[in-house]
């Protein structure tokens, strides 16, 4: 019988780590992605709403989209593809998406449940996304 050499072993390997973290990776970016989804508002919604689209559009369009919809911008978040906006009209987040917009959310489209150890940091991130004037 021949004698294993010392480098090598009974474990799977480098590879079955790499290919275990890709299928983590892969569910919780699936998980959170259904969940961004089903937090999206319905097309029928009013009032104030975060309005997120797609990264790098310009300003200038953004504000038109928005005002074509029958809204009244009120300010940029710290992500400067997502506005705040509201509009008084039954069926602006359905008229949002239909000039471009990606989706459309109350208050903080995600929850400190989905935070997990960093839940402390959701405070903070509410008053990044805070539907005020």
């Not at 780590?17 to 970016?29: I, S």
């Not at 008053?127 to 005020?132: A, H, K, N």
Request: positive net charge; hydrophobic residues 45%.
């Amino acid at each position: 019988m021949l004698a294993r050499p010392p480098h090598e072993s009974n474990w799977p390997g480098h590879w079955f780590a790499f290919k275990l973290l890709l299928a983590c990776l892969l569910v919780g970016v699936s998980i959170m992605a259904l969940s961004i989804r089903s937090a999206s508002l319905p097309p029928e919604a009013s009032g104030k709403m975060l309005i997120v689209f797609q990264p790098g559009e310009s300003q200038d369009a953004m504000f038109a989209a928005i005002t074509r919809a029958g809204g009244r911008p009120i300010r940029t978040t710290w992500l400067d593809f997502v506005w705040i906006a509201t509009s008084p009209s039954q069926g602006f987040a359905g008229r949002m998406r239909s000039e471009g917009a990606i989706g459309t959310y109350r208050e903080t489209p995600f929850s400190p449940q989905l935070a997990g150890c960093f839940a402390f940091v959701d405070a903070k991130t509410v008053e990044l996304f805070t539907l005020r004037h």
